[in-house]
């Protein structure tokens, strides 16, 4: 006996109804480019489509996450967990699809773990009490290096385009160290440079020649020469504590959140002087570029948002709702 469909009469509400629901279930998916989000004093990871500004899914982390990795392919995420009070020792593994943490990595005796990247299918990050760097094999699950900084409180980590150069902050040390690639893959050679007080937050410009330091104790920037290994000039930006450095994808402009300040310095990165100082609210800390250049994200943690910066126009032309003490955030690209 054939199959034969039963048909019903579909009122004009059940069919707002089912598109509704079916409009809901889509934009739960995990978009791609996805804005993922650390609201650190929640615990929480917030994937949010940055087309709607709407928030898609919030998934546990550890206690205190503050800097976040996207897989190449824009499917992982990789959360480390500072740790509040009491120092963190994890890193959480995000299936960004599933939108759920699938392992909370044990780091055993590596505490604070901070500034974190994705590069060559491993997960580099600081562990800021131990004063090195480490990486995470996600494929065997294992630590499988370690290199010691020899630095108080290294905090932030920033590769070169090419990965021949890795940069950390050191903050108790008021030093910045250039790490150089050599023939042996374990082989790293380091060159400690002093710079500010207090050097934080900082990036490397993108013809890879300048690294600029964001010096949170003492308001100034340290421009390194990569080359030359030194710094070459400090510039006063009289910032309270500045947190974060951000260069715009065409090095044209440097944006500088000043936590304690609640402001974004612009600069003009060629003349290295200031164009515009914008109060964005309380507490501003991560800065994100986003990837067609044309935005750029700040979170601001007292105020429960980020803050959207159109490059154009240096204002803010937008608001994102987020958790408590928004900060660490990362683009996650499917590929």
Known sequence: MPFRPTLRKTTSATVVLIFFGFAHLAAAETPSPALLLLDKEDNMLSIIDPASSKTVARIPTGEGPHEIAASDDGKMAFVANYGARTPGNTISVIDLLAQKELDRVDLGVLRRPHGIVFAE?????????NRLIARYDPASNQIDWLLGIGQNGTHMLRFSKDRSLLFTSNIGSDSITLLQRGSDPYGWSATNISVGKGPEGGDISPDGREYWAANSGDGTISIVDVAAKKVVQTVDIH??????????LDGKLVLVSDLAGNELIVLDAPSRKEIKRLNVGRQPEGILIAPDGAHAYVAVAAEKNVAVLDLKTLEVSARIPTGNGPDGMAWAVRR
């Open 121 to 129: 299918g491993q997960v580099w990050f600081t562990a800021e009490q």
């Open 239 to 248: 910032t309270k504590r500045s947190n974060r450095l951000k260069f715009s």
